[in-house]
């Protein structure tokens, strides 16, 4: 399997300093009780926002402590190409951050940071997606007119780095059984093959069978992990992805292991009582679970939904029924968005001269997990993306090279980008019908 090559642009290790004469006189901060923030911003992507830590004047920022990252851009082939080609009429492509005093956010429509003011730096993408660079490691004065010592300063640490992926390609929706392809460039080869069906249909043992695997010990991992609650009324249960390779064997799996039921008295899943996907691979002649995947339906305006996700760590020879948390967050019903984990960020520190590979869940005796998590798992390790309600939906899948020794390492994010993408279903308001694949009454119908 070939790469496609990205290139990450890192901004971290922020922080503001602000000389005491110009305090009263130009921002009227204090940095022990003043909140500062930046928006950051490339052109093509969409703006991030992050805070900025003030410290006082005299303090200098020490030299090889480890990276906190602020905010990352992650480009493609064609994001390169198409910053290049601009850059032949507006010279270099720049990062413009915008520094701002006060809290985050609106207050009546209106923006409640004041503008301190902005930083524009070039980046020389050139050779982006073979060699990392550094940009800027150190204080740039804030705005036109702020010159030695006496300025306003931010600390920077902009980098770019090599970040090749795997780009998988479901050519249907995961519910329709469909094949699924590696993307590099302008050519599409089938790779997977996917199996939707319901645990408790004809096709319930076909992970087993296919693989000589044992229905029992996969049984219990399912039992034990999982809650096979048998509740009256609304619920959708029993949901199963299996991904095979060309020769037919199956890699990787997902399984619904807790129903996503409505909470009383409503028709949505709610947070308190998520529904939950087992990420399985195999081993041992029998399923092991890889991961835990929770969904539900956030309440309130954003109306969205609810993730997060574990990775599961083996106890002495048994599963712990709790995981390590690799990924949280909430994605739009209507527009969907990318799931994603990336752990140079959620708060997390990176050392910024770390380039040594990652291990992969598969290349240690018991598959990592008995491992901190933060050793298998470094930078940007996978997304997926995840339609909307109502639209078609053929997740698009990245995933990093250094997390792909294998076959089942990629099979298992693609198992993964299938149970996300199904969850957007399974959190659908229970007043809204499901399409006819999703129907266990049509499943047995046609079985």
Known sequence: MDPCPFVRVLIGNLALRIPVASKPARSGVHPSSSPCFCKIKLKYFPQQTAIVPLIPPETQFPDGQVQTLAASFHLSKADLDKLAAKSLFTGKPCLKISIYTGRRGTTCGINSGRLLG?????????????????????WVSVGKDSKGSNSTQIHLNVRSEP???????????????????QIQGNIRQPVFTCKFSFRSSGDRNHMSRSSQLEPCSSRSWLTSL??????????????????????????AAASMVTPFVASPGSDRVSRSNPGAWLILRPGDGTWKPWGRLEAWRERGSSDGLGYRFELLLDTNGGMSTTGILLSESTLGTKKGGKFAIDMSGNGRSTPANSNSPACSPRSSGDYGYGLWPYCLYRGFVMSSTVEGEGKCSKPSVEVSVQHVNCTEDAAAFVALAAAMDLSMDACKLFSQKLRKELCQQQDNMLG
Do not use: M, Y
């Not at 020389?124 to 940009?135: H, I, K, N």
């Not at 970040?163 to 392809?181: A, H, I, K, L």
């Open 163 to 181: 970040d090749p992926r795997f780009v998988f390609q479901f050519d249907g929706e995961p519910e329709c059984s469909p094949q699924v392809f």
């Open 226 to 251: 999982g809650s096979e609650r048998e509740r009256p009324g609304k619920e959708r249960k029993g949901w199963s992805i299996t991904v095979h390779d060309l020769s037919g064997s199956p890699v």
């Open 118 to 138: 902005r930083v524009s730096l070039p980046l020389d993408l050139t050779g982006a997606e073979t060699r990392s660079s550094v940009f800027q490691n150190g």
